[in-house]
Nanobody, 124 residues
Framework: QVRLVESGGGLVQAGGSLRLSCAASGRTFSRYAMGWFRQASGNEREFVAA????????DYADSVKGRVTISRDNAKNTVYLQMNSLKPEDTAVYYC?????????????????WGQGTQVTVSS
């Protein structure tokens, strides 16, 4: 099992940027793909981005493509989500999650461990 702790959320104006971090501890971080999901109030949780074990492959939801970059530093056991040109509709709790596979996936069932979430609020 891996413990995941997100940080970096906050309040930002539309058009601004935030960088979320997710620090992992526990089982070997570098072997597995990681992902970010988000859940807005009243909505179901949705996929945002994923990155393969090496960082060589990434995947993005259409709603964030071109504005968001996922990256990882396996030496620091940390995955990041750089978000630019933020919009009010990006407001949500953002969750980091860890898979037990090496390559990217959008399927929540593939993600075994989840962080507690960090709130991102984008004001108009």
């Amino acid at each position: 099992q891996v413990r995941l702790v997100e940080s970096g959320g906050g309040l930002v104006q539309a058009g601004g940027s935030l960088r979320l971090s997710c620090a992992a501890s526990g089982r070997t971080f570098s072997r597995y793909a990681m992902g970010w999901f988000r859940q807005a109030s009243g909505n179901e949780r949705e996929f945002v981005a994923a990155i393969s074990w090496s960082g060589g492959t990434t995947d993005y939801a259409d709603s964030v493509k071109g504005r968001v970059t996922i990256s990882r530093d396996n030496a620091k056991n940390t995955v990041y989500l750089q978000m630019n040109s933020l919009k009010p509709e990006d407001t949500a709790v953002y969750y980091c999650a860890s898979t037990q596979i090496a390559y990217t996936t959008r399927e929540e069932i593939q993600y075994r461990d989840w962080g507690q979430g960090t709130q991102v609020t984008v004001s108009s």
